[in-house]
């Protein structure tokens, strides 16, 4: 693939590096920014043949065959109208729009154009991810029960990030993109999320736009999706999920503890140590291979696979527009102080059914609750009777 | 101290094995159980010179000095009615009560009758949880922005716990307390706690009380004690507690990582592993000593010392009263989805007053919101205007 | 019990404050320095009502029931001379001795006077310690095959320490004799320790004794206990024992990784973090009750409590000679770079038998190497002949 | 790159996963078997053109650019030999020979040839060795004193490594061979290695090779490179590095604890969960991207990029053959029981010079042993007099 880089910024270099590593056949040809500075470093950096600071030029180009948006997010509608406008296979970072508003148009622009439209959503690409996922498709973990995802850090790298404006919010819009998509990956895609709870305040910065919120997503099958973000925490770049289902449990840590530890006295060099990482002296907690933890390599893998198969890839345009829908629901919710129903006037998934309660008999009268061994050795069973509600316990001594 | 046991449960065992452990000078004298053989098996585990069916005697008996209540929650406000009537000092499980209103009647008659009221809420003594507390006192961390406590496991040992009507709920009122009051010591006792908003469902149990809750306390500062609380966790007993301050992070795992880390094909033998574990083979993670880890030495070793040097414990009736408050707006925000306010008729802490935000300054005309060093060696400040408001970013290339 | 403590040092100060926590009925009574000030200064923190700068007075006096050593080690026996005279219970701190020969007069002099010898092996009274050989003992790890025991940090407190001849050496002396009577534990203190390679060397400071040095003792079944030591560790203090057995593994880690984890900038208070912590600032790995963790409150109420019930402790003077005898044959080796034997002229376990090894038959004519399941789901057999000793193997393809 | 594989066992399939993965531009085009069915299958799973039984065909065929010898180990020199004849440049699994000696007849064919020869050490390519080599070359951790690789698992997946003959030996051969570079590498690859001594035995499976060893080898500058390896690990793979450097510490955890945790009743599937993991049900760790965490992608992308290049790969035939030598000497050590000299007739690095040892002055008269931060806030300096060695220490009070 030939791909076009539309943005030269932090984001903009980490695709970079992950698209020209381990001998990929598809490679960068085009870079554009709106500052020729930057646009000739990038080119320069990664060996590109062609840079420009005209948008048309950089996705026209003939030898363009699909372009990579890593723009700040009040941009994006307008580079997939170009793209569509061109017929050129688009992919884009993440959020897909500031709004499901503005979302639901780039979706409609990529289908009437018939061009593909690939969501950049890494983090439900991470190896861990992908695993965790297949070992629920399994089953492995039984009925997903509640989700939580939390991506929290010092705040991110670029100026427009922190201006409401141009970025659409602040850690909701930033952080809470990813920790709703990844909920309902677990969850499942099919199920309809119903409404949100939301609080945000801005705790610690002198901006607008929240640094730090919770949210619950409340699916059609009783499930939660939980985020956590926030641009006041300190210690690092703190990224994890947890999944309870009714047979098991996932725990991922993508970044602070994944099994490198260095403690340095600091006499030595002051590299960089990670994105996002707080000090570069006592203990330390680096990532072996960054863009690899954070699953850009898979998701680079399924775009291209997907637009050579002609098939979707994991994460679509219209994954984009539910979490943008989402998120509106989160930002009402913030203000509002109610449960925000999810407005989706385009639902593709199940239509939202009551879920049904399945409950294990003990015998023809009870229900079991619960069955354990006591610390001395009896067992208990704790049983509830089925007309009466009643609950009663049986105690068995010891194993004798 | 002379101690007279209520109660002959799970609790009050595990009481009972910490206060006889490490050559304490304290001791039990008495135990009360409804059920004679029950009350006789304790005794004579226990080596009890004393036991009785009636609660009067146990309480009246000239030997005790202090009566522990290890009942269900709804015989706790009786068993404190007796212990005012024979002026006997008192500490008592947790939840103090299974509503504010019952909690307060409890408080009341303790002041009244001149007795010493200590509300044993164990995990507010952890070893790590009493460090934590120091640190944060020393400033250590910064503001505390957010808390997170966490206790889940497959369910309650007792029968009662899974009755509403004796257990005052589920999740909630079982681990909530706990979770509750863990996040109002890390913002401080201070510090009113004004409205909640909860989560709560029957996700899993053939029950009427919730197995699973998520709530937010938001506090007079801004500041927010999240719980998640759950009798639908599978994996053994997750306690976990999170401390977000603005100049650091605390990570607590009370429980299922504590560095003990164990595999077993299961050939030998089957013996208890832990509190609430789910299974004898694997990759298993027992807790060396389960009540020092849980806090029963400090917790006792306080409310002793307090009796003895005529001062309040860390944890008191007062402090009981308050969590059952919070949890009174939890179950009420449960049912209306909206935040409802904590109602606090007798608040002894701060009164709530706008809580400033103190911003940095850069220069005479900026605020400063992040500075960071990006991978490739530059330096970024992102400053915001004092008057327009407007956001922009300074790089420094390399360190030249 | 009332004790006399001997020292007034770091490990004293240590031992002091747990016996004086969680209300213990033991008590020091008294405190024993060369150095007045020192005594004076002990004597007050911790209200003792004696204090003394000779030692005959603080063993003879009439309250003392038993005597604690906290001394440099080339002071150990002497003041078991003058406890052995007048007839007073000993617990002495680890090594026993500065030599087998050291240790063997001790341990004699104790068992001529006919009173108590407890040696103050702490690490083998941790909780994640005694929990583990419970575990061992019931079978759940099958036979014990390796051990390895390790404790790294960048060196001790006091300037005896530093003096080869009053320590008796370095690293292996003061840190080695922990690690090998955990080994001795878990391999089984019947088995008889029979050879020891070591290798030693002073790699950083300006010092005569070693301050890096690992050994392998070779045990009378076969198993290996494993020691790691050293005072070039940075990081803090590095304490992990590791169990492997035929059917399970147990992972120990009591100091640097116990489940708390804290961030600080270090804008906050600057107070002491841990025992040997290197650090005020970052990640830090604090633990809850360094007392508790390192066995302390364990050790001694096994101590007291094995004098009053007329029994032997769980470690005795005759553990510390069998210790400095494995630790002589170290140093032996250290210099000859010959596994060296271990020199017991009092050996009170198991006579060493040649440990046969028992093969899992497949069937009548192979042995059974090993089973396993493939990636691709292919069951896979390895075998050896029984009489010609060939290896084979037999896959079956899928679960058909 | 158009690729031969020689060999379709279990590592054959690991490297042709990985070598197929990620869009990578370099191919398998061909695969040789002994087995013609193996052949076939291999060659349908990866959707090769051609595959044989014969090795010359294999190897001469016009469309392969480079052999992988993926064959055991009695195998690798007759395959060098094929791929010399025809100039064919090659890259061999590990260890490159049986011994030292096979390995410098490899190596020698390769220089004389003229090809490239590539020695496929994984895990000297995985993320977090790469990140902490980089790390240690910039001297965060100052100098190496001690490295400790561990690899340990219940033993290999096909027959021959069970047979001596065969595979050269057991668990020193197909694990120790890991962890001799890995140390290698974090010392030094210039420092020669000096000697070994080597502990091993044939503790639990009916075999003649070891399946149980802990050796050290001592370098020119006086760093230990250790290792551990183990056939009779239970719990699934152990995978771990340790460096100690003056100035710091590094910890890597490659597959057991690398932040992916799960738990499941096994009420669910039964799937693959990880190389060599020894249960489906409780607590699991599964690792996110196998191949990625064990070096492969990076490893293959050196090799390639190498060859390309025309340069050295980080890990060659010569390092290969150091390997090996150091090998032998463990062998003969197991056996000797006595230090072995490494016997490297061809050594490329620097010669080996008396190590001098840098001391810290404190003042004119002193070096400083060290200084600390007393828990009672005391500071202390330990000192050694340059000239009498006496060592003493000053204590001052607090920090008034």
Chains 1, 2, 3, 4 share one sequence.
């Not at 199940?350 to 409950?359: A, F, L, S």
Request: proline share 4%.
């Amino acid at each position: 693939m030939k791909i076009a880089m539309l943005g030269s910024g932090f984001i903009a270099r980490f695709y970079a590096e992950s698209l020209h590593s381990q001998r990929r056949k598809d490679h960068l040809v085009m870079v554009y920014s709106r500052n020729e500075e930057n646009a000739k470093r990038f080119a320069g950096d990664y060996n590109l043949p062609h840079y420009t600071t005209f948008m048309e030029e950089a996705i026209a180009h003939p030898d363009v065959e699909i372009v990579l948006i890593s723009l700040p997010n009040h941009l994006h509608e307008i580079a997939v109208g170009v793209c569509a406008k061109f017929k050129k296979h688009v992919i884009c970072t993440k959020p897909l729009g500031r709004t499901a508003k503005e979302a639901k148009r780039m979706l409609d622009q990529v289908e009437k154009a018939g061009i593909f439209g690939g969501y950049l959503e890494d983090l439900c690409y991470t190896p861990k991810f992908l695993k965790s996922m297949a070992s629920i498709k399994r089953g492995e973990i039984g009925n997903v029960l509640w989700t939580k995802s939390r991506e929290a850090h010092p705040g991110p790298h670029s100026d427009w990030f922190w201006d409401k404006e141009k970025s659409g919010g602040g850690a909701i819009i930033d952080l809470g993109c990813h920790c709703v998509e990844i909920g309902r990956n677990f969850i499942g895609k099919n199920i309809k999320p119903l409404e949100v709870m939301c609080w945000a305040d801005t705790q610690v910065h002198p901006i607008e736009a929240e640094d730090h919120a919770i949210g619950l997503v409340k699916y059609a099958n009783g499930a939660i999706g939980q985020f956590e973000v926030s641009w006041t925490f300190r210690g690092g770049m703190d990224l994890r999920d947890e999944v309870m289902g009714t047979e098991g449990t996932i725990w991922i840590n993508s970044f602070l503890r994944t099994g490198f530890e260095m403690f340095t006295t600091g006499k030595g060099g002051d590299g960089y140590v990670a994105e996002k990482a707080e000090s570069n002296t006592g203990w330390l907690f680096p990532v072996g291979d960054e863009a690899h933890e954070l699953g850009y390599p898979h998701m680079f893998t399924d775009m291209f696979n997907a637009i050579e198969e002609n098939r979707q890839p994991l994460e679509t345009f219209y994954d984009g527009y539910v979490v943008n829908a989402i998120l509106d629901a989160a930002y009402k919710s913030a203000e509002s102080k109610l449960w925000e129903p999810v407005i989706l006037e385009d639902w593709r998934g199940d239509e939202p059914e009551e879920h049904q309660k399945k409950w294990n008999s003990h015998d023809e009268d009870h229900y079991l609750i619960k069955e354990e061994i006591l610390p001395n050795g009896d067992t208990k069973l704790i049983l509830r009777h089925k007309q009466t509600g009643v609950v009663t316990q049986k105690v068995t001594h010891g194993k004798e």
